[in-house]
């Protein structure tokens, strides 16, 4: 969606905060021995108390509130009986629905001490998110995003996941554009003001080649490497974006 009017701004944020707070108390809860559907079940509570419902769930019937993917999942975790060990690679992914606007947004946590390389993907998805968010605002082309992550996480020896990237949002999880997270040459199409959209790197230690599970959810790298995913919902202006999930 494009923001129009106060009021589009005022529920975004409010989508915005509830999808930060939310990841901020599952971070709390990662500790060894912890579910995966236990974490869910923290993000449920902060959904109920803020009356917000869950995007996946209601705009795609996915079977948790959150995606949790753990070390080569990369995306759509499905939230379960899976207990985290010391070393994981958790990624919370958090989309939620309030008043009919939608936010999204992701973190990658390591469960107790990160080996080196692990915290160095983990960076290189933030780093790529950051170095976009520096490029955005209206009049710059779409593809200048995927130029800007593919290059910095070339720069780090690691590879950006096939096929997953950034979205449109706002009145639905996805809607146009795609934000992808590689330089495609046809994307000139210029963004403009108030336009919102969700930036979010990808990036896999190994190779860019990803599987879907038997589940039909959740999508992990091929090769087994570990993967790491670093996303914000945004408001396109004429200087810095607006972060609505900060
Ligand atoms: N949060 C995911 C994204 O960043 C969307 C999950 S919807 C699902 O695009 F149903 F596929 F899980
Ligand atoms: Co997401
Ligand atoms: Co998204």
């Not at 999508?219 to 999930?245: K, W």
């Amino acid at each position: 969606m494009s923001v129009d009017t106060p009021d589009d701004l005022r529920g975004l944020r409010a989508a915005g905060q509830v999808v930060a707070q939310t990841i901020r108390a599952m971070r709390r809860g990662v500790r060894p021995g912890i579910t995966t559907a236990e974490l869910d079940a923290i993000a449920r509570n902060e959904f109920a108390r803020a009356g917000a419902r869950s995007g996946p769930q209601i705009d795609y019937g996915f079977p948790g509130t959150t995606c949790i993917s753990v070390n080569d999942e990369a995306v759509h975790g499905i939230p379960g009986r899976r207990r985290l060990r010391r070393g994981d690679l958790v990624k919370l992914d958090v989309t939620a629905e309030l008043d009919g606007f939608y936010a999204d947004a992701c973190r990658t946590v390591v469960v107790g001490d990160a080996r080196p390389q692990a915290l160095k993907l983990i960076r290189a998805s933030e780093q790529a998110l950051d170095a976009a968010l520096k490029v955005v605002r209206s009049g710059v082309a779409l593809n200048e995003i995927g130029a800007t992550v593919q290059r910095l996480v070339r720069a780090r020896g690691f590879s950006v996941c096939d096929g997953l990237m950034g979205h449109g949002i706002g009145r639905r999880i996805h809607e146009k554009p795609d934000v992808p997270n590689v330089f495609d040459p046809a994307l000139t199409q210029r963004l403009s003001e108030g336009l919102v959209i969700t930036i979010e790197p990808l990036v896999s230690a190994g190779g860019p080649q990803v599987r879907m599970h038997r589940d039909g959810w959740t999508v992990s790298t091929l090769d087994g490497s570990l993967a790491a995913h670093t996303e914000h919902t945004i408001v396109v202006r004429d200087g810095a974006p607006l972060i609505l999930t900060a």
